[in-house]
């Protein structure tokens, strides 16, 4: 009899228990994935991670044709850091034109250059006043 009584009261604390823990299993996960999330998401940037990018390398020295500098602002998991503002360092004698000097979600900036000189040039990219990835450089002939 008791026995049978210990089983009756047993399992029904036994599932209430399992529900709590469950439970309880559950917000924590969430928990810490939304704070994993939030955290993640920080917009510092990684002057190491970040990079520029040139195509083409070189261009005719016409004023026309252009080099397209594109600058990727990452952060130290190589995740994107948009609406950062980016500055390109070049030569006076570079003609610049800004496509996109804002980053965008993918933490793109977007940048074209001509000249009418011939030469080659250094062309590299700063955030908040500090240097990006490495130099690019570009050739006009």
């Known amino acids: 009899m008791y026995n049978e009584l210990m089983k009756a009261n047993f399992i029904p604390a036994l599932v209430v228990l399992l529900v709590l823990l469950l439970a309880f ?3 924590a996960n969430i928990r810490l994935i939304v704070s994993s999330r939030a955290s ?3 917009m510092e940037f990684s002057i190491e991670n970040s990079y520029l990018f ?6 005719a020295a016409n004023g026309r044709e252009k080099i397209r500098v594109t600058v990727f602002v990452v952060n130290r998991e ?3 850091v948009p609406n950062s503002q980016v500055l390109l360092r070049k030569s006076p004698e570079l ?3 800004q496509i996109n000097s804002l980053t965008d979600s993918y933490g793109r900036a977007v940048f074209d250059l001509s000249t009418t000189k011939p030469g080659e040039y250094l062309v590299g990219a700063t955030l908040s006043g500090k240097a990006l990835g490495e130099s690019l450089k ?3 002939q």
């Open 25 to 27: 299993s559950l917000f």
């Open 40 to 42: 993640s998401t920080g």
């Open 138 to 140: 570009l050739v006009f």
């Open 95 to 97: 003609v610049l034109e």
């Open 78 to 80: 190589g995740r994107g």
């Open 54 to 59: 040139a195509s083409p390398l070189e261009a």
